[in-house]
């Protein structure tokens, strides 16, 4: 069956780093594209990062641009968010998404998430 599972969040200081990993299964990769997204109050999600596998072409909302760092690893199925310099306004609850179509998973409206991993910054 198909399954994305986020993991590697945690607890990390301002400045510091921290990689998210979203491992997929039950589906074939390269034919989507996959985002990560955080829960913006009364919002929804907003989709921070996205890569569309067959290209590997990338997006990054602003608020992440210079610091955050998407890209997979296809021998585990597997894409990364590799946050660098977070600040404490990135503390949320990451999940992975995963859609045929870029622009549906632009809305939020993907095929398949993840239950997602918290990330909190504080020193």
Known sequence: ???????????????????????????????????????????????????????????????VKGRFAIFREDAKNTVYLQMNSPKPEDTDVYYCGADPRRDRLGRGAGDYWGQGTRVTVCS
């Open 1 to 63: 069956q198909v399954q994305l599972v986020e993991s590697g969040g945690g607890l990390v200081q301002p400045g510091g780093s921290l990689r998210l990993s979203c491992a997929t299964s039950g589906f074939t990769l390269e034919s989507y594209a996959i985002g990560w997204f955080r829960q913006v109050p009364g919002k929804g999600r907003e989709m921070i990062s996205c890569i569309i596998i067959s290209d590997s072409s990338t997006y990054y909302a602003d608020s």
